[in-house]
């Protein structure tokens, strides 16, 4: 029988322990979902991310990433997500990273602050219920940005995450261009600009992922990438890019977009 000191003595550690204050930081602050198995400072990476979804062709595009073992970054639009939630659930429970792309994809340069943050909370709060999970970054619509977003951003816990290389599928709509289009601009750590609205960009994805990874690259999400490993809320990556030149690179409005995504109401 234990004497009545060593029981005190015990009891006082137990309540020490109960009592121990959680840090600061782990309190509600996302974690970005990262490829653990590839250290991206040892091998080359690339990240491949899809706009504008889900789109009505994810679901392929989910099965090519999966057969190949390959992880992707998803900016998802609130209103698809509400339209197709379990495209959103199973690109969360694959392991490929989510971020927000908006509610409704508008000019965030042209909003006030308050449809600013309805737009991007409304896309957070969506996310969360169809997939458990919260986005951790931020691609605002078009690649635009200023103060007033970039400030909205830190403070939702989001660094900014743009790309220094498109497909163009948007506007080609041709598998051999889009191929091309994103070879020419691969290089190791860079984000890819894509959609998963765009039919041939799905079809042409095994091809193009056998031909990267014949190249040495693994695709991961953004967070793996090297820089992008401790990004900071309303950090913008990859570092130097320029939202002015990126116009190119996004259609002009995302109305076909919306069109094809809510066809057939799938």
Excluded at 3 to 21: G, I, K, N
Excluded at 31 to 40: E, F, G, H
Excluded at 234 to 252: F, K, M, Q, R
Aim: overall charge negative; some cysteine.
């Amino acid at each position: 029988m234990k004497s009545p000191a060593r029981l005190l003595l015990a009891t006082s550690c137990v309540v020490a322990l109960l009592s121990a204050p959680t840090p600061a930081w782990s309190a509600n602050k996302p974690k970005a979902d990262k490829t653990n198995s590839v250290d991206c400072a040892k091998v080359k990476c690339i990240a491949l991310t899809f706009d504008d979804g889900p789109g009505k062709y994810a679901n392929q595009l989910l099965d090519t990433l999966k057969k190949t073992k390959s992880k992707a970054t998803f900016f998802l639009e609130g209103q698809y997500v509400k339209s197709r939630p379990a495209f959103a659930k199973r690109m969360a429970e694959e392991g490929h990273e989510l971020g927000n792309h908006s509610y409704t994809h508008p000019h965030l340069r042209d909003a006030d602050e308050d449809k600013i943050r309805e737009e991007l909370t409304r896309t957070q709060d969506i996310v969360k219920q169809a997939t458990g999970k919260t986005p951790t970054l931020l691609r605002p619509p078009y690649g635009e940005l200023d103060e007033r977003v970039q400030a909205i951003a830190k403070e939702m816990q989001l660094p900014i995450v743009l790309w220094n290389g498109g497909s163009r599928d948007w506007a080609t709509r041709n598998e051999k261009a889009i191929y091309d289009e994103v070879l020419k601009n691969a290089k190791r750590d860079g984000v890819i600009l894509m959609h998963d609205w765009v039919e041939q960009t799905v079809k042409v994805m095994p091809k193009l992922i056998a031909t990267l990874q014949k190249q040495g690259y693994h695709l991961v999400s953004v967070s793996s990438l090297r820089g992008a490993e401790d990004l900071q809320p309303g950090d913008i990556y990859p570092v130097g890019t320029d939202d002015e030149n990126l116009s190119a690179e996004t259609p002009s409005s995302p109305e076909a977009a919306e069109a094809e995504a809510t066809e057939d109401g799938d």
